[in-house]
């Protein structure tokens, strides 16, 4: 790479071309970032939900988006599900209705995806399709009899129905619940460098898998009343996040197909700057 290359033009925004100086670091690093399929941090992060980190080879060139695919599979489950627990034009029965919905939708095509994500070398985004594709898995089979989740509650033994609906089933499954919002705020946390808009859903998030702990211990203690309000508010929340992330997968299908009309996230990439960004700031401004 020759000594000319320190210097290129870079076209401005209605102004004509502009003069920058790219040192050859960062020529190389968007060579060793994505081969011949360089995007830039903004449109990066918009596309993949993940911060943008330099991986070997080029199969972001040769494979397609993951990303959309799983979009696609939270919302449909998701949506209808939080639906259900509001109990709209009368929905419920814990979404008995969307088993296969949940398993198939929002549990198999968001495990497939975080497999795509992890071939293609998205650790972030991989994580959490991962996690939410295993909890529409779990929401599903939950409600199947075969797998038995309410046995060990029952008396006599072996009925796992009214096993699920025993203090004790609830006070338990209200951990799992809590495990989940203390893992979706260490998502929240991450997700500051990404986008408002994949930040916000995860923040409200954490709000719904908090309801739906706090509707579960008030079953145990039978304060069905407000356990039932805790469980409204559940499918509120969900719903709220459903929409943003319906926004997500617009706009992420609006780019796949190169549409004209791009709109925003609300971009977090500058905003928290990463490690390594820091680390190559604090090497070009010692050697100046």
Known sequence: M???MENIKVKGEGEG??????????ILRRIQTAENVWLPKDVFEKLYLNPERKVAGDLRAKFGNPTPAALTGFVISATPYA???MGWRGAGGLGGALITVMIFFGGMIQIIAAIGEWIIGNTFSMCLFFTYGTFWIVAGTQLIPWFAVGDEYSTPMGQTFAGMATPSYYATFGFY???LAMLTTIFAVCALRTNIILFSALFTLIFAFGSGAGALWN????NVESGEKLFVAAGA??????????YLLLVQLLE???FPITLPVGDLSGWIKGKSEKAAQRKAQAGA
């Open 2 to 4: 020759t000594d000319h």
């Open 17 to 26: 071309d502009l003069s920058r100086n790219v040192t050859r670091e960062d």
């Open 237 to 246: 929340f969900t719903f709220a996040l459903t929409m943003m992330v319906w």
């Open 177 to 179: 619940y809590l495990a």
């Open 256 to 258: 796949s197909v190169d």
């Open 83 to 85: 639906v259900s627990n």
């Open 219 to 222: 079953f145990a203690e039978g």
